[in-house]
């Protein structure tokens, strides 16, 4: 049986995202099934009721089933376009076409657009090109994301140098927040293996980590808008948007700690809770002393902290005269930056983005 670390539904508390100071702590409200029936640390002895939740997924084909594209090494330019869209042996009919989902991994040697594609027992399929290797079962919509980092980096990264990405990405249907009650976050995972192939000397904190995370933007759309007197838009900048950030892991830190700043790649505001907020850290990677895997799961509304973050962020002189009623969701990004050089897996059997509307 898994041993599985539960947190289901917890309330939200305040704000992560690369390379800022975290400390350590535990998550509030986590639990382990300890195999029993019982969740370890409730008081009662009895399970937590998993609520059911009454909402609209965001999330299209959250199997994967209708392919990926995959996008290039870069962020930008040419060699950022998608140039091969995984579709499972050609099962897959038209996927430039019904795909929903993206795969991003930029940077590093390899190149997943010239990936080998291999069907497993499963009924999965894996993508593999040098360090870079992707499964996706479109059946169940388990998914892997794995980066071996001694075939990505020829040396430990040097500051200013790129790092390599594994990233599944998806735009989905424009919602207003003015019309949610909730926005809940859902993930349930494994984290396979995390492993610092460089020596003590060759390690930087500062430079090198294993991070994954999970990101969604939040569009400024007012349906009115005017400057005032002075010039300035009295419900914001129409499109002035910001990533907010879900982390799930970095090998830095027992617990990631809320954070706030401004991202000069992709020149945004970026916020990110803290992990502790929907996680029990510190989390266990690989199989416990029975063989049995860590799997983690959690169901959080970040809602309250999506309204505090426009909050911090004009503190900082960012998102000026935005208000949280005028913001739409509409993309997300999920999985493992490596700026240093690491192995790392995860297994996702689950992950959704659920939307519920306010009663009118």
Known sequence: ???????????????TLAFCAFACGNTEGGGMNNGNGTEQGDNTGGKPEKPEIKGQSLLSDKTFSQGLGVKGLVASGADAEIG???DYGGTVENPEETCKWVLGQWSGKSDLRKAKETKLSDGGYNYRDGGKSVTFNPESGVFNLSIDGASEYDHPRKNGEGWAHSLIEQTFELKRLEDAEHLYFKLRFTLDYVENLMSRDEYDSGLHAAQLLWYVTFRNDP?????????????GKT?????????????????IQASAAYDQGTNAYISGLSNGYYLPTPLE???DD????????????????????????????????VKAENLTINYMNFGWEVPGTFNVSATVEEIDIIYVAKNK
């Open 1 to 15: 049986m898994k041993k599985i670390m539960k947190t289901v539904l917890v309330a939200a508390l305040s704000l």
């Open 84 to 86: 091969r869209y995984f």
């Open 239 to 255: 499109g002035d948007w910001f990533w907010f950030g879900l982390p799930i892991y970095d090998n830095r830190y027992d617990t």
């Open 285 to 287: 990677t690989g199989v």
């Open 290 to 321: 029975d063989g049995m895997p860590w799997t983690y799961e959690f169901t959080y509304d970040a809602l309250p902290k999506v309204k505090e973050a426009i909050e911090e962020a004009q503190k900082l002189g960012a998102l000026k005269n």
């Open 223 to 235: 349906k009115e808008n005017s400057m005032d007197a002075e010039g300035n838009w009295v419900n």
